[in-house]
């Protein structure tokens, strides 16, 4: 008899890092999409990100689907390079907005280039994920040609500095008044 953790699938259902099929499909084909959108005049480096959603982090104001919610975010670069924004936090930031993105809010993380290999986010962008990502959080990082390789948000930045590493505010204020140097 299975335990308790097991789960029976179907192969149309079945888990690809904690993914369904149809779950990575669209993670897939948004951000391919996204990768099509990016404004990049400077370096022709297109990058396009996908966040796929927890239900949980959808809008409370629309009706719940069964169709993933999926936030896209493509590199926007600028006549002033350091300007430019990447990819990852583009779609971040959007779903900040239009999803009321919090933290563990996202399911799993989809990257395009137009490369042949596996590019993943920069580290500015792993930074700015681990605000949002748990750890295990899978990353899929798609090449030219649509295929992909995975590794965790915590594969990807070991070591991680992230608002659990911080004490809370009063925490913070109390260490001060007890002449701390925080």
């Given amino acids: ?39 990049c005049p400077y370096s022709s480096f297109r990058v396009g990100c996908a966040l796929l959603l927890h239900p949980s982090s ?6 719940p689907t069964t169709t993933p919610t999926i936030i896209q975010g493509a590199n926007v670069e600028n006549a002033a390079y350091p300007v430019g924004t990447c990819a990852e936090r583009v779609a971040v930031g959007t779903a900040v907005v239009q999803a ?11 990257v ?5 290999g596996f590019a993943s986010p920069c580290g500015m962008c792993r930074q700015f994920l681990r ?7 899978p ?4 090449n030219r040609d649509g295929e992909y390789e995975v590794r965790s948000l915590g594969e990807l930045l070991p070591m ?12 913070m204020e109390r260490m001060r008044g007890e002449g701390g140097k925080a």
């Fill in 100 to 110: 009321g993105l919090r933290r563990g809010g996202v399911k799993a993380v989809g």
């Fill in 139 to 142: 990353i899929f990082m798609h």
């Fill in 58 to 63: 959808s809008n409370p104001q629309t009706p």
């Fill in 1 to 39: 008899m299975p335990d308790a953790t097991t789960t029976t699938t179907t192969p149309a259902q079945s888990l690809h890092h904690g993914l369904t099929a149809e779950e990575v499909r669209a993670l897939t084909e948004k951000s391919l999409d996204a990768r099509g959108r990016a404004y």
């Fill in 160 to 171: 991680s500095f992230g608002p659990d590493t911080l004490p809370p505010a009063r925490e």
């Fill in 131 to 137: 605000e949002f990502l748990d750890l295990d959080t």
């Fill in 112 to 116: 395009a280039t137009d490369i042949q």
